[in-house]
């Protein structure tokens, strides 16, 4: 799989109009080949596998938040980076997970090919299936190489989308709640 993605690859280069034998080419093939599986390794990890049982009984029932996590994606449009933060908050019912587990979900569903608006729905699906939470917030922004680099050349523009699922898609106060303890991030 590697050796093909490897020989994709050097044609890319070809097609590109550069030699790929030249010296600082000549192992460009693979090295890309192992970036590119390594930025798309989300395809091989499922849900079961990496929460690995790290959720806990607890009676809190407030809401629980964690900033600032940070998220490299490539999107699936342009085959370009798409690079930001992600704030996770949900409403525990009988059991909260743990810390890590919220990198980790994140990082599933970016180590994909994505667009923006998918992947901050996955990450609310996921923690809402894991926790089986009351509500769950995610706020995804996020800078895109292929806004930036290419077509429009916006390099100061960055794109926030956000799902809300269960009490905190219903409930004001709550929905308030949660954007509140997001202030200070993203410009909101
Ligand atoms: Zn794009």
């Not at 809190?60 to 964690?66: I, N, R, S």
């Not at 806004?147 to 004001?172: F, I, T, W």
């Amino acid at each position: 799989m590697l050796d093909k993605l490897a020989e994709h690859y050097r044609a890319i280069i070809e097609g590109l109009g550069e030699d790929a034998n030249r010296e600082g080419l000549v192992d460009t093939p693979m090295r890309a080949a192992k970036a590119m599986q390594f930025l798309c390794k989300g395809y091989d990890q499922d849900l079961e596998t990496i929460v690995n049982g790290a959720v806990f009984e607890s009676d809190t029932d407030e809401m629980v938040m964690v900033k600032d996590i940070e998220l490299y994606s490539m999107c699936e449009h342009h085959m370009l980076p798409f690079i930001g933060r992600c704030h996770i908050a949900y409403l525990p019912r009988g059991k909260v997970l743990g810390l890590s587990k919220f990198a980790r979900i994140v990082d599933m569903y970016a180590r994909r090919m994505q667009i923006q608006e998918n992947l901050t729905k996955q990450i609310a699906e996921a923690v809402q299936s894991v926790t089986n939470a009351r509500g769950v917030g995610v706020i995804v922004e996020a800078r895109h190489m292929c806004m930036m680099m290419r077509g429009v050349e916006k390099q100061n523009s960055s794109m926030v989308s956000s799902v809300m699922l269960g009490s905190m898609r219903n409930d004001m106060a709550t929905r308030a709640e949660f954007l509140n303890l997001a202030k200070g991030h993203f410009g909101l």
